[in-house]
């Protein structure tokens, strides 16, 4: 890439890295998604794009595992010379000591890019996500809830976010220091004395409350300041792109999606938001498949043959599937599955297998798979060493359709969106098989 990059960014989940191509090519700003750290070669195919990142699974992942993981892969990013490095987390920042610490990820992120303050950014007006006076807000059917009320991310079945206050709900996950400028000091007209302030006292990071257009655009503007003051390192939601890119004067144009007779979804999503489109699904044709997920841990030869032979056949037969381990919270097994070391994990390579082996028997040209988690762990089962941006869906930002660039002909050029739980409205599969 002959010229600096705008932005390179590390996602900590496979979803929540398709938000962030989403919001920087709405911007004008062309970027790539690898699904590791790329080969040079791989690299080079993508030259001229202003931004680039790597899909992480750090969100589902332990303390230790970012330690092994994070560091060569964050170094690569930094040799890349972006003028900022984005660690994207969630917008609803649900982490925990134990798994998906945003707490150790920003740790890291210091001893890599440097011992100064780490700015966080997590609202995003565009998905509903709201900060104020260091508390989260999120939104769900219509209403907005804080988030250790929100009736989906209180009740997460791995990090359940219990507090509101982000600087407390860090506090778990690490020893630095979280200073805070709030909403009425963001937009401030002494706004950059209240920032230098704060950084006098040597804070290990600092929350940057967005809220609306306003403070959007403020945090934007304090983000490239800090940055050309050596603050190169910045963790936070899709709300760093929206804050950092301005919209263009005029809007990229992407090709409608032409409609395919059947589709093939796999999710083990425990949302509600995800059963409801299941349910909605079937009652214009799809037809589901339940998938024990204990056969996916356990390896259940027999089992697992016969849930692909299901699909396959009511594929061959045109009609759409879901091949699904869940349908709503209720219906997690929780302590039955988690009780197995890296059962999750399991449950989503299992579905990737099964939907690489459906895509390359049938010859589809698009594929779904739901669930954040689970996308991180079953993309890498479909050959796919990097992402563009194929659509977005304006009426359900964050879950945008993608072309697939693999070495295997069989997945190259493959349309495939990747949801998370609590992303979309109830026709998201079938909008999806309909085209438009």
């Excluded at 003028?83 to 990820?105: E, N, Q």
């Excluded at 503007?221 to 301005?246: M, T």
């Excluded at 010859?363 to 089962?381: K, N, Q, W, Y």
Aim: charged letters at 20%; glycine letters at 10%.
């Amino acid at each position: 890439m002959a010229t600096q990059p705008l932005l390179a960014f590390y996602g900590d989940d496979l979803t929540g890295s398709t938000d962030v191509m989403e919001a920087l090519s709405l911007r004008g700003v062309d970027t790539v998604l690898f699904t590791g750290v790329p080969s040079e070669g791989q690299f080079a195919r993508f030259a001229g794009m202003r931004a680039f990142g790597i899909a992480g699974t750090s969100r589902s992942q332990t303390p230790d595992w970012m330690e092994e993981h994070l560091v060569p892969a964050f170094e690569w990013l930094a040799a890349r010379g972006a003028f900022l490095t984005h660690y994207k987390v969630c917008s609803t920042f649900d982490s925990a000591p134990h798994v998906g610490s945003i707490g150790r990820a920003t740790e890291i992120g210091r001893r890599v890019f440097g011992e100064v303050a780490v700015p966080l950014v997590v609202g995003a007006p565009q998905l509903i996500r709201y900060t104020a006076f260091g508390n989260l807000f999120a939104a769900f059917r219509g209403e907005t809830f804080r988030i250790d009320r929100h009736p989906v991310m209180s009740r997460h079945p791995v990090t359940p976010m219990r507090e509101a206050d982000l600087r407390l709900h860090l506090r778990e996950q690490t020893s630095l220091a979280v200073a805070l400028l709030d909403l009425a000091a963001t937009i401030a007209p002494d706004a950059d004395e209240r920032l230098d302030a704060l950084l006098n006292d040597d804070p290990g990071a600092i929350l940057i409350d967005v809220a609306d257009e306003a403070t959007q655009r403020a945090a934007g503007r304090h983000l490239k300041r800090l940055a050309e003051r050596g603050h190169r390192f910045v963790v936070g939601s899709s709300g760093v792109e929206y804050a950092l890119a301005e919209p263009p004067e005029a809007p990229p144009v992407f090709a409608a999606l032409k409609p395919v007779e059947r589709l093939s979804v796999v999710s083990g999503s425990c949302s509600p938001t995800t059963e409801k489109q299941i349910r909605f699904a079937e009652t214009q044709g799809f037809t589901l498949v339940h998938a024990d997920p204990r056969a996916l841990i356990d390896g259940n030869e027999v089992a697992v043959e016969a849930l692909f032979a299901k699909a396959l056949a009511e594929l061959n037969a045109g009609r759409s599937t879901i091949l699904a381990t869940a349908l709503g919270p209720d219906t997690d097994l929780g302590a039955s599955i988690d009780r197995f070391e890296g059962a999750r994990h399991r449950i989503g390579i299992g579905l990737g297998r099964l939907q690489a082996r459906l895509v390359r028997e049938t010859g589809m040209t698009r594929a779904v798979i739901a669930g954040g988690d689970t996308s991180s762990h079953a993309l890498a089962e479909l050959g796919a060493f990097a992402l563009t941006l194929r659509l977005p869906f304006p009426q359900t930002p964050g879950s945008p359709v993608t072309r697939v660039h693999s070495d295997d002909p069989a997945f190259d050029g493959v349309e495939i969106a990747m949801k998370g739980g609590q992303v979309g409205g109830d026709d998201y599969f079938v909008a999806l098989r309909n085209g438009g």
